[in-house]
């Protein structure tokens, strides 16, 4: 039947084809094709340096966001056209990795350290390989903020205080590869149910959840709203490109390392690995100086041509190597993070804020006094808001992460419950908790 | 014959590769095996019921809010003599072609929090109105954004009422709004009822409006999220998109059931009655101010864009900083290829839908076939089927497919885009032509063919001539909308070579120095769609000339 159904199509198609003069064929050699994730002023620059460097290659960017491209990469692998995958997350890498889409590449360019601040740059197995790092901050509308008369946020706990309420955005880290590691960091850092009720705090002050990563800097760009959670080239070029937006790394900042790998079956192998060589070389890494692209070079050698204010994460100990980063941890519960970020934070974003706005009330009405049960009362608000519905033992069992994996199990494995009933079921004790908070500290605000 | 060979095309290119996705959503997640569990675990989540409570709450509150936009301008331009009847015609199709991302960003800064209209109230009134705030934002853009699927249906519609009716509904002393109710509205049902669900069914399916607004608590956006994010392919994105399909084709049965007993076609074709009427000078003004407020408002997106093209930099002001030529140049230099390729996709695709709808509209009203409405049924679940799933379908259907001629495998072929675009907007290009045929009454055919001619011939010769005003609009909607259209492309387009526009806006969208290139080609892609519809107007003025009244009575004598 399907068979015949493609013989059926493939009769259309020809049929149509005929009519419609198909594209000319392109010579196979000579040809690179990337699919990355990157913005063109960084894909155009590497281009055509690229191809100055080799004249005979033509060097093909096939932009996708790193989800739809590592999509694209596992439903074309039976039949793959592409050579390179380019882009941030390394999560994305071991993704691809797993599915064994990626083929192990020795980088012959020498020079490279194994950690950029606590971060490990290459696939310790060598599957993918690190060629810049970048790390996290805060970046503001400077307008914005002198016509609200806010003050400017240095420190990832200043995005706490009630003053910024409703005036911050962030990505969330299911959509955004750079986003979740941010987040992993301050979990790891800070613990688990500290670092949750962190995130809480701050996320009780969002304007919005954006949806793409980029939708950050473009809402503080264009004043949506005041102040952004954002990756620093975010920053640095929106403010490069002339916008009233200023960055500041606050002094514990995280650092994520940008990736390229070569992708299984690759069609022109050959330019792929000079691309990577190219990469890594001198004059690839002096191009991430440029700032429009504005990223952290992995060889320690190229900062010797770096701006005087270009931070240095292998001179500067304060950038990125306060948490010493577990990357297996990581990788265990990755799923689970991002699917408590949605629960508690995404999706009940307005009832969250809700209970925020009563907390900040009621601690505002409590400054200079002092009452008991009242302030008993907020601290129990408080607890409601930062509860997880899971612990941290929980969010790293084996078994329990399985519920969360992506490909579905050989019926040998026996998992119990589904993704969307064990959602559920949080989803029903988040809202619950945060209803709770608000009428605490509502009652706590009407004893003051 | 014609119709087995649609169902093979709405088989192989709709109905298989879709499966290949959904049928995930009838497995258990953990053995594999068929069953509902996923259902039940939709219905018990309250997430996923607040999602659909507003879901439905958005598309109902959309098809008001775009009625109320549309009627005004279908009715006076088709009605009165009313001097610019073409460039409000062509204007109101406009905001169907709402770039991607560059829409959004133009909608925010005039309406949003922060955006110039609230700029300027909070420093006259002290006041900030929420337009753009969760559920109202969606509502506001996609009413705008969709309008015109009312305007054009209702439009072809009402020209082609047989304006006897309403000769003798004036002859009886009716006029006004009671003439407008009791006769020409009833009369234009059909066009009325096809945009008003397409409406529905858009905005309730719709995933970009809602995704670039940041609202993500709506059924379309859960599908996405849920099917798109790394690591989660749970079933749960699957039964959303089934549960989407289902609903869409109940809104259109609904829809036909309005319909059903009531017979709208007319003898006489528009132009063979009444002259358009003249309006009183006061009634002229009043007119004038409606169609002048409406249009500025469906054209804000619009208006937005064109500012954010030209402008240096507009961030937390009324209007751009200063204005300068530099995006036009900046894009230009690297985004010819962008617009060829969409004409050249866009075009086709179109013309695929109004073959292919006028087909199905042809088997669906004429003949007897049995298992004819599933066509109709077949091909409007296209809309409901969210582009990442088709690009997806498309993708584990074709990759294995190999051409002789087709450099690589088929899917990531350029022709495979322009099919996907012709599968998402055939539903358009379908109601088009569906109202158009119910207006065609059988017995002008039936005379045909007492007359001799054959089936072919009458159709070719009498049918088709007498559904161009519909068939013309189907192609417009479906080209407009397919010029801007992202979600399925984005997963099939293998070659920069290859790609659209609306690819090209994506990418300049993803720097911050993009922004103004990416507004500029958003503000090219509306021009190249506006000159075609207006050239498509002027072509239907033209045919409706031919067949006034005048000349008709000149070629008798």
């Not at chain 1, 606590?118 to 016509?147: C, Q, V």
């Not at chain 1, 505002?364 to 907020?378: P, Q, R, V, Y």
């Not at chain 1, 064990?422 to 908790?433: F, S, Y």
């Amino acid at each position: 039947m399907i068979g015949h159904l493609k013989n059926v199509l493939g009769a259309t198609l020809v049929s149509a084809a005929a009519v419609l003069l198909a594209t000319p064929a392109i010579a196979a050699d000579g040809k690179l094709i990337v699919v990355t994730s990157y913005p063109p002023d960084t894909t155009t620059a590497f281009k055509a340096a690229f191809e100055k460097k080799y004249p005979g290659v033509k060097v093909e960017m096939l932009k996708k966001k790193t989800s739809a491209g590592i999509k694209y990469l596992q439903e074309t692998s039976g039949n793959n056209t592409s050579d390179m995958f380019w882009a941030s997350a390394p999560d994305a890498f071991e993704v691809l990795k797993g599915d064994d889409l990626l083929v192990k590449y020795k980088v012959k360019v020498t020079g490279i350290p194994e950690k950029v601040g606590s971060f490990p740059i290459n696939d310790p197995e060598g599957y993918y390989k690190g060629f810049a790092a970048s790390g996290y901050g805060i970046m503001w509308n400077t307008r914005y903020l002198k016509a609200k008369k806010l003050p400017v946020p240095k420190e990832w706990a200043d995005l706490k205080k009630p003053v910024y309420f409703g005036h911050v955005g962030m990505s969330a880290p299911s959509r955004s590869g750079t986003t979740h590691l941010t987040v992993e960091t301050v979990l790891q850092g800070e613990g688990w149910a500290k670092g949750w009720a962190e995130w809480k705090a701050i996320a009780g002050n969002f304007k919005t959840v954006t949806e793409r990563s980029f939708g950050v800097p473009d809402g503080v760009n264009s004043g949506q709203f005041g102040i952004g959670v954002v990756i620093d080239f975010f920053g640095l070029s929106s403010k490069a490109s002339g916008f009233p937006v200023d960055f500041v790394y606050p002094t514990v900042t995280t650092l994520v390392p940008a990736n390229i790998a070569i992708v299984k079956n690759a069609p022109n192998q050959h330019n792929a690995e000079a691309f990577i060589e190219f990469l890594l070389s001198k004059e690839g890494q002096e191009l991430l100086l440029n700032p429009k692209i504005r990223r952290l070079p992995v060889n320690p050698a190229t900062y010797a041509k770096a701006p005087s204010d270009f931070p240095n994460p292998f001179k500067d100990s304060s950038i990125g190597s306060r948490v010493k980063f577990n990357l297996k941890l990581s990788k265990n519960r990755y799923n689970v993070v991002n699917s408590l970020f949605d629960v508690m934070i995404t999706y009940r974003i307005d009832e969250l804020r809700a209970a925020t706005k009563a907390i900040q009330e009621a601690e505002a009405a409590m400054a200079g006094k002092s009452n008991a049960a009242a302030a008993k009362l907020i601290a129990d608000a408080r607890a409601a808001v930062n509860a997880t519905p899971i612990t941290e033992a929980e969010a790293g069992e084996e078994g329990y992460n399985k519920i969360f994996k992506k490909r579905r199990k050989k019926a040998s494995v026996k998992v119990t419950g589904r993704q969307a009933e064990v959602e559920g079921k949080w989803d029903d004790m988040v809202k619950a908790n945060y209803a709770r908070a608000k009428e605490l500290a509502e009652k706590a605000k009407s004893m003051l | 014959m014609v119709g087995i060979a649609i169902a093979v095309i709405l088989l192989a290119f709709l109905i298989f590769p879709v499966l290949k996705v959904i049928y995930v959503a009838f497995q258990d997640p953990d053995t594999g095996a068929l069953t509902l569990v996923n259902f039940s675990d939709f219905f018990s989540a309250s997430l996923f019921r607040e999602s659909f409570y507003n879901s439905f709450y958005v598309a109902s509150v959309s098809v008001v809010l775009a009625t109320l936009f549309a009627v005004p301008l279908a009715y006076f331009t088709t009605r009165f003599n009313f001097s610019g009847s073409v460039l409000i015609q062509t204007l109101g199709i406009v905001p169907l072609i709402m770039p991607p991302f560059v829409g959004a960003v133009a909608m925010k800064l005039l309406f949003g929090t922060n955006g110039s209209v609230n700029l300027l109230l909070d420093e006259w009134f002290g006041i900030n109105i929420p337009f753009m705030e969760g559920l109202n934002g969606v509502i506001l853009v996609q009413s705008i954004h969709y309008f015109p699927f009312i305007l054009i249906n209702l439009s072809a519609a009402l020209n082609n009422i047989d304006r006897a009716m309403e000769e003798s509904a004036q002859n009886l002393g009716s006029r006004g709004m009671r003439l407008f109710r009791r006769i020409v509205f009833p009369l234009a049902m059909p066009g009325y009822l096809a945009g008003a669900a397409l409406v529905f069914i858009k905005v309730f399916d719709d995933l970009g409006t809602p995704l670039l607004l940041d609202v993500n608590k709506m059924l379309a956006p859960q599908a996405y999220l849920r099917i798109s994010s790394i690591g989660i392919s749970d079933p749960m994105g699957y039964v959303i998109s089934v549960i989407l399909i289902a609903f869409s084709l109940f809104a259109l049965w609904t829809s036909m059931l309005a319909m059903r007993g009531k017979d709208y076609s007319t003898l006489q074709k528009g132009g063979g009655g009444l002259a358009k009427r003249d309006l009183r000078p006061w009634e002229k003004v009043g007119c004038y101010a409606v169609v002048i407020f409406i249009l500025l408002l469906v054209l804000s997106p619009h208006l937005g864009l064109l500012l954010l093209s030209f402008g240096t930099i507009w961030s937390y002001s009324v209007l751009p900083d200063a204005y300068t030529l530099a995006h036009y140049t900046q894009m230009l230099a690297s985004s010819s290829q962008f617009i060829t390729n969409t004409l050249l996709y866009a075009g086709l695709a179109a013309l695929f839908d109004v073959v292919i709808g006028t087909a199905i509209a042809y088997i669906v009203w004429r003949t007897g076939l049995p298992g004819r409405k599933w066509l109709d049924y077949m091909a409007t679940g296209a809309l409901a089927v969210p582009g990442v799933v088709i690009g997806i379908g498309y993708l584990r259907t074709f990759n294995d497919v190999n051409l002789p001629f087709v450099d690589g495998p088929v899917a990531s072929w350029w022709f495979v885009i322009v099919i996907a675009l012709a599968i998402r907007r055939l539903p358009y290009a379908l109601r088009a032509c569906v109202a158009a045929i119910q207006q065609v009454s059988v017995m002008l055919e039936e005379a045909a063919e007492n007359l001799g001619a054959t089936t072919q011939r009458t159709v070719w010769r009498i049918t088709v001539p007498l559904m161009t005003g519909g068939i013309l609009a189907g192609f417009i909607t479906s080209f407009a909308t397919a010029s801007v259209e992202l979600s399925a492309t984005i997963m099939l387009v293998a070659r920069e070579s290859d790609a659209p526009l609306a690819f090209g806006i994506y990418e300049f969208m993803q720097s911050a120095s993009g922004r103004g290139a990416g507004a500029a080609l958003g503000v090219i892609a509306v021009v190249i769609v506006t000159l075609a519809t207006y050239f498509s107007h002027r072509i239907i003025e033209r045919g409706k000339q031919r067949q006034a009244p005048g000349n008709v009575v000149r070629e008798e004598a």
